[in-house]
């Protein structure tokens, strides 16, 4: 593979520096050794059939790393679980993560109240982290309580003691509070030792892929006979219609993992400055969806996963928190709870696959 690659690059050189007798030579040794001198512009589209689809989805919990995530929206629900040694303090107030609720100019976070739901248990035992993040206990007592604006009192009757504690936002609140875990130490409340968080998937939308939750959607195209070389390959569906199910509004990439593993894409800046969008970002102006699948298909089949990413940022916008001074859109490192709808994706559905084939110049 290495002899292949110094021989194109030596051999490209070359070409670069040659006259076009040379060059001309050049290309029938290409020839000779089979391999491709290019690849045309124009691509073959064929309908391909949806063999199988199948949505996985990781509902375990996890300790949480530089924010937390507590609340429900677009069939996303959150719930923070928080093992106590003590409970000292009725009140705990909780610090914002600024990158969604602190303006960069003001400093001012808006004020927002939020019905939830505590639960508690009482722990007689220290468990590992193995068997403490599996939450399989039934809950002792429950009570409902207010969250104002990051700020938790807790109810009179929570004992003192060593506690499993459990809260979530009451259904239909429809709203993601964003918690620095910073503020989630034994400073700001005492007798914590550790916390973790939960994400489950409460809709029942079988070919809907979530944005922030562990979820990912398998398919297997049906099999299919091409007798050329493949350069470049990309499946095109039909793009979701509106903006439903967008919790920031900002676009949001696809990725595409096949047997050889994750896809190369790459977001060309100057591609997306030229107000266009890239071909694989959903909730975006776009009527089709495009993924590029060619890994899959030299592998003689098109069996992939796809997953949704973090969201685009945008420069102007409220969330564009880490390249402030930059006239380029990035990728935020933190999630949009987002839902997507892939109904295309079904089995017996046909979407359209275009290919670019090899060039081997006459003996194409």
Known sequence: MLRLLLISFLCAVFMACSSSDESTALSEWFGDQGLATSYGKEFKEIDVSIESFSLQAD????AIGSYAALGNVNGIEHMLFLGMDSLPSKTWNLKADTVFYKDIYSGEIPVQQLEATIY?????EELHDSTWLK???PWKDSADISIDNFSISLPENVPNSKLLIGIKLKPGSNTVLRINSKSINNTDMPGLLRVAQKTNITDNCLQ???AGARESLQVSLSDFSIDKTVVFAQLVFPAQSDTAGSELGLPVPVYVYGTDGLENYRVDTAYVNANKLHPNLVFSEVDTLKLQVTNSLRKGNINFTIRLGTPML?????FFYNSVYSSEKVFSDRPAYARYDFSAIEKGKTVK???WFADYGDKK
Request: glycine fraction near 4%; proline fraction near 4%.
């Open 353 to 355: 696959l275009r290919l």
């Open 120 to 124: 508690w248990l009482e722990e007689t």
């Open 135 to 137: 939450f399989d206990r």
């Open 208 to 210: 809907c892929l979530h």
């Open 59 to 62: 509902t375990s919990a996890y």
């Open 314 to 318: 945008i420069p102007g916008s409220f």
